[in-house]
């Protein structure tokens, strides 16, 4: 089976811990990413300053953080089917005692 392979092509901040993902199709996605940042990996994203450090692997084609966070770019792309399940493991995280 094939697979379409998505990857991120640019962003533009548009609001605290938003932004519009772009991709190579030119398909676009506005992602608010607050209720997700939470955890280990995601969490220190909170810290605004942090999250604007956002940029695009150039190899790997997507959203990748200073720390270590990315995203897979087929994710990103399908965010609007897959929002929901990610909150709820966010949701999960917290209640995880540190």
């Known amino acids: 089976m094939n697979h379409p392979?998505?990857?991120v092509r640019s962003f533009l901040?548009?609001?605290?811990?938003?932004l519009c993902v772009r991709f190579?199709?030119?398909?676009?996605?506005?992602?608010?990413f607050l209720p997700i940042l939470v955890?280990?990996?995601?969490?220190?994203?909170r810290d605004l300053e942090v999250f604007n450090q956002v940029a695009v692997d150039p190899e790997v084609?997507?959203?990748?953080?200073?720390?270590?966070?990315?995203?897979?770019?087929a994710t990103?792309?399908?965010w609007?089917?897959?929002r929901a399940a990610?909150?709820?493991?966010?949701?999960?995280?917290?209640?995880?005692?540190?």
């Open 24 to 32: 190579e199709d030119g398909s676009e996605q506005t992602i608010d």
């Open 5 to 7: 392979i998505h990857g």
């Open 39 to 45: 955890g280990e990996m995601y969490g220190p994203l």
């Open 13 to 18: 901040v548009v609001g605290a811990y938003t």
């Open 61 to 73: 084609k997507t959203l990748i953080w200073p720390n270590g966070a990315d995203f897979d770019p």
């Open 86 to 98: 990610f909150e709820e493991m966010a949701r999960r995280w917290e209640r995880v005692p540190a």
């Open 76 to 78: 990103l792309y399908d």
């Open 80 to 82: 609007p089917s897959k």
